[in-house]
């Protein structure tokens, strides 16, 4: 077995050359360039079974003389020799040196490779440095037990070792060396919270010289310097010579700086004779793991996943200058700080995080000279600035004007007052107001104002920015503010106006205005600009069909979005202030004579409406197009999706929609076209080829719902997220969009008219919706990456959910009516934005961050980006496969099974304590690890999943994936999802798009059932521990479910009713039960007998027969489900303890067949159980053989079939620790688990299991696995594939070749001393083996070996 990917926490960074990043996780070491924009990387595994803590690298390695003359011989040039560099790797007791290579041929940007063998020493390894002696370069080790050791890394050698007086256990520790060996320092964290500073050697005489290790430890060196102070144990040290400083970071939350002076150097002293405290830094919520000084900043890291930076430069006074956060729960692990290079007096520094959900982020820190002082923050707090308003009156309307270039100080601000007047500000500014318009007596007291830019039309195309003002009357006045006292004054009825909202326009001369007025109408005109001499412009408004808001208390429009849709007419999406979705249809050719979706350019035959809006004329006398039209009705209403208090936006990205409102959710859907669906007759599910029949026009379909933060309730806006910098597909410009769109127009009628019968058309709809692509670029119906913008409490926040992180907050004191997020995000959000808002009758504003560019492109506004996402910060409890998809081949692998396409993805699902499910595709030939998508609807551990597998999903050559997804966790909890995963030709990754079906929690059906008050209330604390498919043949899905009140419960999924139904419960265990598995059998006449296997902490297995019932159809008003057997028809004892897990297989006899069940428990042994099962008679009538199928149509039962227990056998010592998951690879191998980190591979043989294989695995904890079958290739044996969930932060891919067997090692001695290692919480723990065992412990222990060794065929 081979480890192909591993996903664990990041315990080593470092920077190089400032263009390489070095990368610790588990055993594998990784390289990343900086300098190129893919950021390319390599890896390679270096440590075997330990975890790496630190890389140290070491200067250029010279390459021999002769190398470059012999290629100049060949032509050859020595520029473009590779350089090579030596990087000493360490972590645990060993360490290894591997060799960089960079400036490569062929392309390849770096390579790593191993330059000799592991060296294993008896001690932890805390810290280690580079120095040469004699012409050699050799290795200084600080070791755990507070000594010192000279390692020849190339011989494994140590030449010297030192030890200290105070032989206390260290938990960090810093090796110094100035210029030779004997001027080392060695500065430790003790168990004692102190800091000891000693010189390895003091005196010459002091220091043993060995030619191995061992010696008297006697002769140790005295401490020169404590340092007193901190709470908690000393998890990083770091050293900054220029200044003489030293910073500690503590588990007392704390960082604290000492001045110490020069360590490292020849002298008579260790530093200053008397070290002083300079600062004490607190602003961590919880343990600070790593510290770094630069010379005007102190940068830390800790569990509360911030890393800060500190400014302790002149005037700074230790406050913190920057907050980077981007890591999702479980802290950061690892910080490395680059050198930096230095332009104009401002340093420009890397910042590399790496946090225990496997991510790695990088930002750009600029450090400025000491007398001056630096405070932005990146994702904190932004600072306000008063605009100083000086018009006449309150403001009560606020919008911002940008010149197109995203420039602050180029946008303007507009602000209209309760004196009915606009007045225009400068954003960079402040106190510069200016009157832009004045109103009548009409517009005072109250005003609604919107803006839109639009392009005007002519030689030179210019930006003419519009804006629209209402009234109470129903007045609404349009000018351009280049040109504000000729403008448009337009009816929106008599009452009034509730909202305006502008629209963009599919050209872009033109938009689209929208007032709600009285009585529940949307009045709406086409507005466009067009040139009038060289530099102004006249306004042009055409109405249109006014819109019906459904009958309610609020009936005004809050947002609106139209769509991009060919005949028959154009979609509007509306949201309402009622919390309604609205779709809305235009005709393509109204009665009027003109239709309302075509772009008139002809000004001549264009309706035009002077300064008051009153008379219209088009120079024939026609009727304007839209005027006096009834009110359009909505095509399909999703009434109060978003609650009572109203939906705040709608926008439209590829083809699906985002809407939020105040009741803090995000809902993604989409306008489902009536060609797309399907008519299903009964329960019976539509074949590929079925004719689809029109159900009666578009209709609004919610595909899922995204919650905030907690506390985030009032949510306003949905900010899309520009693609990752790899992508190499480029958005449609608006002219291609255009020309598209008009070519879809052209082609689309005769597809609608003529195919809504036809065979082909309908697979092509059908096969469209099911993978959620379009035709042509970025149109493609997959959901986009996200945030949200709302209020928190008295903050204003931007919401990533997917990173669980604030990108920005802004201490507004609450929700405001009027404000405004810069720039203006009409599609996509930029990562950055300063917020405009109206507080207390002033104009207030933030700062926005400036850019940061490099030599390595465009980091962000930010400063910040993500060289690898992570997974889960806290603990993957389950996992789930559901195929491969892609490859470098014809396209033609996306199947379930393993073919020899090394370029496919495998697609998986785990679930976490984070209460999330993470989508990834592995790349097994690559190990790329991408993150699709990230759920968050749980509100509990999530600890079983289960997929159902559409085959209609798995078509050859389409490259997609149809999964039903299950999953189930704490509260009683449980959510299934629609996954769609598909390919993407032109970035060559996958994508999944997630639809949200049904969600179910036990105590709110008890709530909704009649006579509740007769039941027993479900407990709010039940969790659900296992769950499996019991039977997913018809339209509704069967599940079963092991939950921890001691039930069995059974559960339907009706996919199009979008719920769940509980089918049959019991209570037979009366304990918690672990897990169930399900087993079909069939028998000779093709009877199928569903049986369902349960286990339980009491260490028994029982099985159900369902068979006599009608439950597993899915049926739950059905007569004959009130004939289940109350109790199971077979149990028997399997383990002196819980059960874990249970694989289940069958081979099939004369007379039946045998169903064998493997099952792993708390005991830590396997036990084989194999079950006869006998099939009742087979019935006949009058010779003719009665099926299942007879059975069904006359609404007969089977008879059950019987069950015994025919033998088992047991592994006692399968795994030294409990075996937490057991999996079947194929019928007779199984793997196995155990947080005693190894995973086994056994094969079934006739006196029971046989150990075929093990590999050591880094996954702490291990939760669970999944493991699938494979095929064989060409000269290789047969091939499994195994994912192994952790309990803790890590995760693990594994890849099993079953060959001959070969005789396993031989087992490590075991050594009776000290011994340290990592706990889940990250800190070390110490414990002694005891050495008064008495002879009979001993006794004992060497049998328990032997009987190990035995089993294993040793």
């Not at 109350?1126 to 059960?1139: D, I, N, Y």
Request: glycine letters at 12%; aromatic letters at 6%.
């Amino acid at each position: 077995m081979e480890t192909v990917v591993l996903i664990a926490p990041i315990t080593a960074l470092e920077f190089f050359l400032e263009d390489y990043l070095l990368k610790g996780e588990g055993p594998i070491l990784t390289v990343f360039s900086l300098r190129s924009r893919t950021r390319a990387s390599a890896s390679i595994a270096v440590l075997q079974h330990y975890r790496i803590h630190g890389v140290r690298p070491k200067y250029k390695h010279k390459q021999p003389q002769q190398n470059h003359e012999a290629e100049k011989e060949e032509g050859g040039s020595s520029a473009t020799e590779p350089d090579l560099y030596d990087l000493a790797v360490f972590g645990g007791k060993g360490v290894r040196l591997v060799r960089l290579i960079t400036q490569l041929h062929g392309g390849e940007p770096v390579r790593l490779e191993a330059h000799g063998p592991l060296i294993e020493l008896r001690d932890w390894i805390l810290d280690l440095c580079w120095l040469t002696q004699d012409g050699r370069a050799l290795l200084g080790v600080a070791l755990a037990h507070n000594s010192v050791l000279l390692l020849d890394l190339h011989g494994g050698i140590p030449l010297a070792r030192c030890g200290c007086l105070d032989g206390c256990l260290l938990y960090s520790a810093l090796l110094l060396v100035d210029q030779s060996w004997n001027d080392s320092v060695l500065v430790g964290g003790t168990v004692f919270n102190q800091l000891v500073l000693w010189r390895p050697n003091r005196r010459a005489e002091e220091a043993e010289v060995v030619g191995e290790e061992g010696g008297d430890p006697e002769r140790k060196a005295p401490v020169e310097r404590r340092l007193l102070g901190h709470g908690g144990v000393i998890f990083s040290i770091c050293y900054l010579r220029a200044k003489g400083w030293l910073a500690s970071a503590s588990d007392d939350r704390s960082v604290r700086v000492w001045g110490v002076g020069a360590l490292g150097g020849p002298g008579p002293t260790c530093g200053d004779p008397d070290p002083a405290c300079l600062m004490v830094l607190y602003g961590h919520q919880a343990r600070v793991f790593s510290v770094h000084l630069s010379p005007g900043k102190v940068y830390s890291a800790g569990e509360d996943g911030c890393c800060l930076v500190w400014d302790w430069s002149r005037g700074g006074g230790g406050k913190v200058a920057q907050t980077l956060k981007g890591h999702r729960a479980g802290g950061i692990r690892a910080l490395a700080v680059s050198q930096g290079r230095e332009e104009d007096g401002i340093r420009a520094r890397w910042v590399a995080t790496g946090g225990a959900d496997g991510g790695v982020r990088l930002w750009r820190v600029e450090e400025t000279k000491e007398e001056e002082k630096e405070e932005v923050g990146m994702a904190a707090t932004a600072a306000l600035t008063d605009l100083k308003f000086s018009g006449r009156g309150t403001p009560k309307g606020v919008c911002v004007v940008e010149d197109g270039t995203a420039n602050w100080a180029r946008s303007k601000i507009l602000a209209c007052t309760d004196q009915g007047a606009v007045y225009q500000g400068c954003c960079a500014a402040a106190g510069q107001w200016d009157l832009l318009w004045q109103g009548d007596r009409a517009y005072q007291s109250y005003c609604v104002m919107e803006v839109l830019t639009v392009t005007v039309k002519g030689t030179t195309p210019r930006k003419a920015h519009l804006c629209a003002v209402g009234n109470l009357s129903g007045g609404i006045h349009v000018f351009d503010m280049s040109r504000p006292q000729c403008g448009l004054s337009l009816r929106g009825g008599d009452g009034k106006i509730h909202s305006l909202v502008w629209v963009e326009g599919h050209a872009p001369h033109a938009g689209y205005l929208l007032a709600s007025g009285s009585h529940g109408l949307v009045h709406r005109w086409r507005v466009e600009a067009r040139p009038d001499g060289d530099s102004g412009s006249v306004l042009i408004a055409e109405p249109r069909p006014p819109f019906a808001l459904p009958p309610c208390a609020k009936r005004w429009l809050t947002s609106a979005v139209r769509l991009r849709k060919g005949p028959p007419g154009a979609l509007w999406v509306c949201g309402d202030r009622r919390g309604s979705l609205l779709l809305f249809q235009e005709s393509s050719r109204p009665r009027g004579g003109v239709g309302v979706d075509e772009e008139r350019e002809d000004p001549e035959e264009t309706n035009c409406c002077d300064e008051e809006g009153k008379e219209w004329s088009d120079g024939g006398g026609k009727k304007p197009a839209g005027q006096g039209d009834p009110p359009l009705q909505p095509l399909s209403c999703l009434f109060g999706v978003h609650g009572k208090q109203g939906v705040t936006s709608v926008c439209e990205h590829r083809d699906l929609l985002y809407s939020a409102g105040r009741d803090g959710c995000v809902r993604v859907f989409r306008v489902r076209p009536a060609t797309a669906q399907w008519v299903l007759l009964g329960d019976r599910r539509p074949s590929a080829g079925e004719i689809l029949e029109p159900d009666g026009g578009p209709q609004l379909e919610v595909l899922r719902v995204q919650r905030a933060c907690k506390g985030m309730e009032w949510l306003e806006r949905v900010l899309i997220l520009a693609p990752p910098e790899h992508s190499t597909a480029e958005p449609l410009g608006d002219e291609e969009e255009e020309e598209e769109e008009e070519e879809e127009e052209e082609e689309g009628g005769g597809v609608e008219k003529e195919g809504w019968r036809h065979k082909q058309a309908a697979e092509t709809k059908a096969e469209q919706e099911l993978t959620g692509r379009g035709k042509k670029g970025w149109h493609d119906g997959r959901e986009c990456r996200f945030v949200v913008a709302g209020f928190q409490a008295v903050n204003f926040v931007v919401w990533d959910p997917v990173r669980q992180e604030r990108l920005l907050t802004v201490p507004c004191g609450g929700g405001h009516r009027s404000w405004i997020l810069w720039p203006p995000c009409k599609s996509l959000w930029p990562g950055y934005g300063a917020l405009v808002f109206i507080k207390h009758g002033a104009v207030v504003a933030t700062q926005p961050p400036r850019e940061a560019s490099t030599s390595a492109g465009v980091v962000g506004k930010t400063g910040a980006c993500g060289l690898r996402e992570g997974v889960h910060g806290k603990g993957i409890g389950c996992v789930c496969r559901l195929g491969r998809v892609g490859g470098t081949g014809d396209g033609s692998q996306t199947t379930r099974g393993m073919g020899s396409d090394e370029g496919h993805w495998e697609v998986l699902v785990t679930g976490g304590e984070d209460t999330s499910l993470t989508v990834l595709a592995v790349q097994p030939s690559s190990g790329t690890v991408q993150v699709l998508s990230v759920i968050t609807d749980h509100i509990s551990n999530i600890r079983t999943l289960v997929a159902v597998m559409d085959p209609a999903g798995v078509r050859p050559g389409k490259h997609s994936l149809s999964a039903l997804l299950v999953s189930a966790g704490g509260r009683a909890q449980m959510q299934c999802y629609r996954l769609l995963i598909g390919w993407d030709e032109k970035r060559r990754e996958p994508y999944c798009q997630v639809i949200q079906v049904a969600s179910h929690r036990l105590d709110e059906q008890w709530e909704k059932r009649r006579n509740r008050h007769k039941t027993v209330k479900a407990d709010p604390e039940t969790r659900y521990m296992s769950i499996a498919v019991v039977n997913s043949d018809t339209a509704t899905a069967v599940v079963a479910l092991a939950c921890s009140d001691g039930a069995i419960r059974l559960f339907s999924i009706s996919e199009v009713k979008g719920r769940f139904d509980l089918l049959w419960e019991s209570f037979y265990h009366q304990r918690c039960v672990l897990c169930v598995a399900p087993c079909c059998l069939a028998d000779a006449i093709g009877n199928r007998y569903r049986l369902l296997l349960s286990a339980a902490t009491d260490g028994r297995i029982a099985l159900w027969d369902f068979t006599p019932t009608s439950l597993l159809a899915g049926n739950l008003n059905s007569k004959s489900n009130t004939s289940a057997r109350p109790g199971p028809c077979l149990t028997f004892p399997a383990h002196q303890s819980g059960v874990n897990s249970l694989a289940v297989w069958q081979e099939r006899t004369e007379d039946g067949c045998l169903v064998t069940v493997a099952s792993g428990g708390d005991d830590g042994q396997l036990t084989l159980s194999v079950v006869q099962v006998r099939y009742p008679e087979v019935q006949t009538d009058g010779g003719r053989v009665l099926s299942q199928e007879h059975h069904r149509n006359q609404q007969l039962l089977l008879s059950p079939a019987d069950l015994t227990l025919l033998s088992q056998s047991r592994v006692s010592l399968a795994h030294s620790a409990p075996v937490t998951a057991l999996s079947l690879l194929c019928p007779g191998v199984l793997v196995s688990t155990s947080p005693d980190q190894r995973v086994r591979l056994w094969r079934v043989c006739s006196t029971g299991l046989r150990p075929t294989g093990a590999l050591y695995s880094h996954v702490a904890d291990a939760a669970g696995l999944a493991a699938w079958g494979g095929e064989r290739g060409p000269g290789e044996g047969d091939e499994g594939w195994v994912k192994a969930d952790p309990g803790w932060r890590e995760a693990r891919e594994l890849r099993a070749r079953r060959r001959p067997v070969p005789r396993m090692p031989r087992l490590p001695p075991l050594r009776p001393i000290t011994s340290l290692s990592f706990t889940r919480s990250f800190t070390f723990s110490f414990f002694e083996l005891p050495v008064h065992q008495t002879a009979s412990c001993r006794a004992e222990r060497v049998r328990h070996v032997m009987l190990l060794l035995r089993q294993m065929q040793y």
